[in-house]
């Protein structure tokens, strides 16, 4: 079975300084997506950034890129020059088109921007 | 920019008793999930629905729920007779396509469901 693991409950970052959370995943498939979502306290949860296996070359959306390592099984959020609105939980996801549709998440990581 | 919807944003109900949680997708999408999230606990899929049948669902998504889209618009969960371990923060999704990396899941803000 897909499992996804955030070994990090909880982070903390200065505003403006850098930050990287970690994810790691188990799968024996070749075909699938990661992605990272964020959900701010409001609770609706919102794509960050997401990376196709079969690519290279790590995804980047503005502030936020990704570390993908396919051999280590490694999905790590970078997030640059952190503000206050990135404050939220972060959750790591994977799916394959072998098992459907569904997505599968990590435990997540709440992020505190100090200010 | 289009949301998904959800309401109520929570729902108090007595162990035994139906709930329906409702949920608008956004207008194009044709694929719609089911999460939920038991507090402390992983996000867990339940069901997905495409072209007015379930594609898909885990073993968590047993007889005492059900899925609907009554008209075009809504997409319902029905818990037949709640019990105190579906107390969670159950959320809707909706996607345009079910393939590929375009297969971007549109999450709503969640109903907390509180069984008594």
């Known amino acids: 079975a897909q499992t996804v693991t955030q070994s990090q409950p909880e982070m903390s970052v200065q505003e403006a300084e850098t930050v990287t959370l970690s994810c790691t995943y188990d799968?024996?498939?070749?075909?699938?997506?990661l992605f990272w979502y964020k959900q701010p306290p409001s609770r609706q949860m919102i794509l960050v950034i997401r990376?196709?296996?079969?690519?290279?070359q790590n995804a980047t959306e503005n502030r936020f890129s990704v570390n993908f390592q396919k051999a280590a099984k490694s999905f790590s959020l970078k997030i640059s020059d952190s503000q206050l609105g990135d404050a939220a939980m972060y959750f790591c996801?994977?799916?394959?088109?072998?098992?459907?549709?569904?997505?599968?998440f990590g435990a997540g990581t709440i992020l505190r921007v100090k200010s | 920019e289009p949301e998904v919807t959800q309401t109520p944003s929570h729902q108090v109900t007595q162990m035994g008793q139906e709930v329906i949680l409702r949920c608008v997708p956004i207008?194009?999408?044709?694929?719609f999930y089911w999460y939920r999230q038991i507090l402390g606990q992983k996000v867990e899929f339940l069901v997905s629905?495409?072209?007015?049948?379930?594609?898909?669902k885990s073993e968590i998504f047993d007889d005492q729920f059900s899925v609907e889209r009554p008209d075009g618009s809504n997409f319902t969960l029905k818990i037949r007779s709640t019990k105190l371990e579906d107390s969670a923060m159950y959320f809707c999704?909706?996607?345009?396509?079910?393939?590929?990396?375009?297969?971007?899941?549109?999450f709503g803000a969640g109903t907390r469901l509180s069984v008594l």
């Open positions: 999704a909706s996607s345009s396509t079910p393939d590929s990396i375009k297969n971007i899941q549109y």
């Open positions: 799968t024996s498939e070749s075909d699938y997506y």
């Open positions: 990376q196709e296996a079969y690519k290279q």
């Open positions: 996801a994977y799916r394959s088109p072998e098992y459907g549709n569904k997505l599968v």
């Open positions: 207008s194009n999408h044709l694929y």
């Open positions: 629905f495409y072209n007015n049948e379930i594609s898909e």
